[in-house]
Nanobody, 127 residues
Framework: QVQVVESGGGLVQAGGSLRLSCAAS????????MGWFRQAPGKEREFVAAISRSGTYTDYADSVKGRFTISRDNGKNTVYLQMNSLKPEDTATFYC????????????????????WGQGTQVTVSS
């Protein structure tokens, strides 16, 4: 049974940092591209960042580029999202997702290619 579990969310002041973790089990982690998405209240889920199976390719939404860093440790079956310089508009539930599909650079941002999703972790940034 595949499980994807996020952790590390919380309440932080604007300008602060958080590191989200996502642990996956029940799958061959190194065979999956991983992505982070977020959904704010009343808004659609949106792409945040993605990383290839080997970790050599990463992609970021323009809104987080330069502030967030995605990384992975295939030995620990874990992907991370380091979030710096957080803004109130980053407040959302953050979801981790795994994709077995071989992705081209143009498809990492598409939520539909991700077959496994976590339950989400809440990030709240106060002003």
């Amino acid at each position: 049974q595949v499980q994807v579990v996020e952790s590390g969310g919380g309440l932080v002041q604007a300008g602060g940092s958080l590191r989200l973790s996502c642990a996956a089990s029940g799958l061959t982690f190194s065979s999956y591209a991983m992505g982070w998405f977020r959904q704010a209240p009343g808004k659609e889920r949106e792409f945040v960042a993605a990383i290839s199976r080997s970790g050599t390719y990463t992609d970021y939404a323009d809104s987080v580029k330069g502030r967030f860093t995605i990384s992975r440790d295939n030995g620990k079956n874990t992907v991370y999202l380091q979030m710096n310089s957080l803004k109130p508009e980053d407040t959302a539930t953050f979801y981790c997702a795994a994709s077995r599909t071989v992705l081209s650079s143009s498809t990492y941002r598409a939520s539909g290619v991700y077959g496994y999703w976590g339950q989400g972790t809440q990030v709240t940034v106060s002003s």
